[in-house]
C-alpha cells in the first residue's frame, strides 16, 4: 500500500474510532476552506474563479477520454478520477462522513497522483505535437495546480483529524 492510501485509510479508521470529523457541538460553515463543508451551500458559498477553475478541471479530465484507447496515462488519470468520484460517495455515505473541502482535497491526492506519475515518468507532454501531447501538458499543469491547494487544504484537515 503507498504512503498516501495508508494515510487515507488513517483518516477514515479515526473518523469511526470516534475522532470524528463533526464532534458534539462542533459546527462547520458551507465552504471551500479546508474545515467548512463543501456540498451545495459549499458550493454557493465558493467564490466565483474557484467555481470557474473547477469547471476548466473537470473538463480537462473528461477530454482525457478521447485518448483512453492508445494512452495509459490517459487510463491511469481518468481512471483515478473516476475511481476518487466513487470512492467519495459511497465512503462519505457509508462511513458519514462531512465532505469538508480537506478531506475532499485528500481524495484528490491519493486517487490523481498515478495518474500523474505516469504522465510524468512517460513524458506524455513532451512528444510530438498533437493532440494527446498538448492534453497531456495541460492536465498535467492542471493536476499539479489542482495539488498546490489540495496539499495545504489536506494537511489542514489531517491536522485537525489527528488533533482533535
Known amino acids: 500500500m503507498t504512503f498516501a492510501i495508508k494515510l487515507l485509510c488513517l483518516t477514515v479508521l479515526l473518523s469511526l474510532c470516534g ?27 465558493t467564490p466565483q474563479w474557484v467555481q470557474v477553475w473547477i469547471g476548466i478541471m473537470a473538463m480537462s479530465f473528461l477530454a482525457g477520454i478521447l485518448f483512453l484507447k492508445n494512452h495509459i496515462p490517459a487510463r491511469w488519470l481518468i481512471g483515478g478520477f473516476v475511481a476518487g468520484i466513487l470512492f467519495s460517495k459511497i465512503a462519505f455515505s457509508v462511513f458519514d462522513l462531512l465532505p469538508l473541502s480537506g ?31 498538448v492534453w497531456a501538458g495541460w492536465i498535467t499543469f492542471v493536476v499539479l495546480f489542482s495539488f498546490f491547494f489540495d496539499m495545504r487544504d489536506a494537511a489542514i484537515y489531517l491536522n485537525h483529524m489527528l488533533l482533535s
Open 19 to 45: 475522532v470524528s470529523v463533526a464532534q458534539e457541538g462542533e459546527l462547520y460553515t458551507p465552504g471551500h476552506g479546508a474545515l467548512q463543508v463543501f456540498d451545495e451551500q459549499g458550493w454557493q458559498a
Open 103 to 133: 478531506l475532499v482535497a485528500l481524495v484528490h491526492i491519493v486517487f490523481w497522483s498515478p495518474g500523474l506519475y505516469k504522465l510524468v515518468k512517460e513524458h506524455a507532454f513532451l512528444g510530438p505535437l498533437s493532440a494527446y501531447s
